[in-house]
């Protein structure tokens, strides 16, 4: 390390001196990176001369799932450290950090996952050179030492030395070679480790996006297009130029920007704007047109094959002939829905000559940094993202570039530091949402079994939406700008043309035993702004197919856990959560008078999930009264996160089940805030019980996995108390 990274590493830490430093290379970041005085060359563990001084820099970004938590969990393990005693800071934006194409980005369930082994290793590495520094010291060898929270000492107890005072004496060529505990052994690992981020949060000193402010910086809010695809065609700013503290009013790529001050002048202001808008080709579309061409398309065509196992025709053709068993047939209809995060979109951007400064919260800051660096001609290496340490919410929402750049371009065109600021009206009408989706399934059930399971999907692919954005980020930077786009414009077709459907369909092939299946896809290639929503295709898929799985209990007279029981006969870990979750409610009691119980199951990002609802149906409403989870997601790195997790996956699936709907209508959405999109308040909630199953696997997703069944538990104890199917949401008795 060079004496100016030096430098710049202690103020970045604020340590006071830099006793050892060691970095730790994540799987693909085995090479230098390339974001000159800005990255530390890796992540970063740090060790400072006085007492209680560690650091540890990590490149994932904390949106309330616990990853920092978890990250030092995992690492404080192996060193023998209590991470409550370590100092966590967010990594500058950097490959070195890249998950996915060389890009660092927080998605999908895979923090925990794409960490495990490389944190717990680092950590055994680094307290194997400890002990072998103490050693020295002592006299004596690494056999005769133990650790324990941050002190080496002889077994018997006669010498010690902290990590602090030992740090000047580690050797960077000892950080090796580090053995690992046994699951027996640990102290941290599954015990429960207090939160980092809760004393921040409850002292108000947390730092979110939209808490950064700059000296001089500019405020700006945008007045969008009522439709998507609309354009400005002229715009009066004369009213809005009289409000004190308006700097300007300009027209921008995304619409009018009003320029000023404070947040409430340039919002006040806006409403005075008068804007002539050309409507564009979407003026006329709506929700329910898009439904019917979804339903025609699907009546039609099975379309795009996503999944196919054994001879789902030849099962349907049996039967119209020797009508042999029940056929099930069914369609289900899903809304758009708004990711509605407590944190409205913002960033900051102060563009000059020669570099671009960017203060935003991003699931994605790498396509943050490469996007500014396209859009302006500049190198990468001269656009620095800093990335907040916390996202008021994320849900895939804050994966996007859409509110940086809108930043970047003001403060290019106004060559001053500008904030723009989204209004939670802005957010739920002009953010991109999860997209609507039918769904036409059919089976038959011969001999108390599915014998053949057909599900056709209709919905516009994410991937698609998501590929030709941001491939040109995860390519090289020295490709000229123009090549990357046409790479990326290449791979998407040759995406859709191998009928790659991972996220679109992704939870729709049944994890039943179930010999005869087809998963069918239909897009219609719409030009509505859509995106990763937490469960993504799981969040929608897990709900059909668990609903129709309980049609199918139903048809086969059976009792859908027992139903779900011998189709999960070949699947271990699937049936322990099923079996689970059925005694912890006590499956089939009797149940007070208007109570009903519902089950679903569901796999998704590697972890398995059961859940039994108990709910309320009384003069047409619906009360929620408990739920039990049970969750295997491997080994439980922080049991109290995993809780909150599955807790707050089926809070927000109950939402969208229960509330959520965007309808769009003459090319814009209807809804604009939480009095039309309504959302699970304290009061609506549900009770949730939470059991996690012991296990030596290695850990997976936690953040999204609660979801996907939620909803399906809920209909299905809907339909048990009064007859009526939920094939559309939000769920109604009327």
Request: hydrophobic residues 40%; proline residues 4%; contains cysteine.
């Amino acid at each position: 390390m060079s004496d100016f990274n030096r430098r710049e590493f202690l103020k970045y830490t604020g340590l006071s001196s830099l006793g050892f430093i060691v970095s730790i290379q994540t799987p693909l970041a085995a090479k230098k990176a390339i974001v000159g005085g800005q990255a530390f060359e890796h992540h970063y563990f740090a060790i400072g001369e006085k007492a209680n001084e560690f650091v540890f820099i990590m490149d994932k970004a904390e949106m309330g799932q616990g990853v920092i938590t978890g990250q030092a969990t995992i690492f404080c393990e192996e060193i023998d450290l209590n991470p409550e005693r370590i100092n966590i800071l967010p990594a500058p934006v950097d490959p070195i950090y890249g998950t996915m194409g060389d890009m660092q980005l927080t998605g999908g369930s895979t923090s925990t996952p794409d960490r495990w082994q490389v944190l717990r290793q680092a950590g055994a590495d680094i307290r194997a050179a400890l002990l072998k520094a103490a050693a020295k010291e002592f006299g004596t060898t690494s056999d005769n030492l133990v650790t324990s929270d941050g002190v080496v000492s002889t077994k018997d107890g006669s010498k010690s030395l902290t990590y602090n005072k030992l740090a000047t004496l580690i050797k960077r060529e000892d950080v090796k070679g580090g053995k690992l505990k046994s699951p027996k052994d640990f102290k941290y690992i599954g015990k429960g480790v207090k939160k980092a981020d809760a004393l921040e949060k409850t002292m108000g000193e947390a730092q979110f996006g939209i808490d950064f402010h700059k000296e001089g910086m500019l405020t700006a809010v945008i007045l969008r297009p009522p439709t998507f695809g609309g354009k400005v065609k002229s715009f009066d700013k004369s009213k809005a130029m009289e409000i004190k503290g308006i700097k300007d009013v300009i027209e921008v790529s995304r619409g009018v920007a009003v320029i000023g001050e404070k947040y409430w002048q340039v919002n006040k202001a806006r409403a005075l704007v008068k804007v002539d808008w050309e409507l564009g080709k979407n003026k006329d579309l709506s929700s329910e047109s898009i439904q019917k061409q979804y339903k025609d398309l699907l009546e039609s065509d099975s379309g795009k094959k996503a999944h196919a196992a054994g001879d789902v025709e030849k099962i349907f053709e049996e039967f119209k002939k020797d009508k042999s068993g029940v056929l099930v047939e069914a369609q289900y209809e899903l809304p758009y829905l708004a990711h509605a995060t407590m944190e409205p979109m913002n960033a900051a951007a102060d563009v000059k000559e020669d570099r671009v400064d960017i203060w935003v919260g991003s699931q994605g800051p790498t396509s943050v940094q490469n996007e500014a660096a396209d859009r302006l001609g500049l190198n990468r290496d001269q656009v620095f993202v800093h990335n907040m340490k916390y996202l008021g919410g994320g849900f895939g929402r804050r994966s996007t570039v859409d509110y940086p750049m809108e930043a970047l371009e003001l403060s290019q065109k106004l060559k001053e530091p500008v904030r723009v600021m989204w209004s939670r009206e802005d957010d739920m009408q002009f953010s991109p949402m999860r997209p609507i989706n039918r769904h036409h399934l059919k089976a038959v059930v011969k001999e108390g079994k599915p014998v053949g399971y057909e599900h056709r999907i209709g919905c516009e692919s994410l991937i698609q939406a998501f590929i030709p954005g941001t491939m040109p980020h995860m390519l090289p930077g020295w490709l000229p700008k123009g090549i990357r786009k046409g790479v990326a414009s290449v791979a998407g077709g040759a995406l859709d043309l191998m009928n790659f459907h991972m996220v679109t369909g992704e939870g729709a092939t049944l994890d039943y035993d179930v010999e005869n299946q087809f998963v069918g896809i239909q897009e219609l290639d719409l030009d509505i702004p859509i995106h990763f929503w937490r469960a993504v295709g799981h969040s929608y898929n897990g709900f059909v197919k668990e609903s129709f799985i309980d049609e199918l209990a139903h048809a086969a007279k059976a009792d859908p856990y027992a139903f779900r029981q011998k189709l999960l006969a070949k699947n271990a870990r699937g049936l322990t959560v099923l079996n689970k979750a059925a005694k912890m409610a006590n499956w089939g009691k009797e149940m007070p008078k208007d109570v009903y119980q519902g089950i679903a199951y569901h796999f998704s990002f590697g972890s398995y999930v059961a859940q039994v609802a108990e709910v309320k149906i009384k003069d047409g409403t619906i009360k929620v009264q408990k739920v039990f989870c049970s969750v295997d997601c491997g080994v439980a790195i922080n049991p109290d996160i995993i809780v909150d997790q599955m807790k707050s996956g089926i809070i927000y699936g109950l939402s969208a089940a229960l509330h959520g709907k965007m309808d769009l209508k003459n090319g814009g959405f209807v809804q604009t805030n939480f009095h039309e999109y309504n959302v699970m308040t304290l009061d609506g909630a549900p009770d949730i019980e939470v059991e996690i199953i012991d296990s030596e696997v290695s850990p997976m997703g936690v953040g999204e996995p609660g979801l996907p069944p939620a909803g399906a538990a809920v209909a299905n104890a809907i339909f048990a108390g009064s007859g009526k199917r939920m094939r559309t949401m939000p769920f109604t008795l009327s």
